[in-house]
């Protein structure tokens, strides 16, 4: 017979720590992103540099028809706003 007793430790551990560390980090990029505005009044494809052609657009969607359907499917409305 042993008389050793094992506890947990009550406190938060590491993980627990890290966790609370980036959720506030993450909080204060959101705060950070919302009082710059955010992308109010600018598109997607100016602001990421993406100047494809719809007839470009509507090609990667047959391309991706076999494999990703619902890719193409998103590429193809994307390609139908212009």
């Not at 204060?28 to 657009?57: D, I, S, T």
């Not at 047959?62 to 139908?80: C, G």
Request: proline letters at 4%; hydrophobic letters at 45%; a positive charge.
């Amino acid at each position: 017979m042993s008389a050793v007793t094992f506890t947990q430790a009550q406190d938060k551990g590491l993980r627990h720590q890290f966790a609370a560390l980036s959720e506030t980090v993450l909080d204060f990029c959101h705060k950070l992103y919302a009082a710059h505005g955010g992308l109010r009044g600018l598109r997607a494809p100016a602001v990421l540099g993406n100047n494809k052609r719809p007839e470009q657009v509507l090609a990667l969607a047959e391309r991706f028809q076999a494999y990703a359907p619902s890719l193409a499917a998103e590429l193809r409305q994307i390609a139908s706003r212009g």
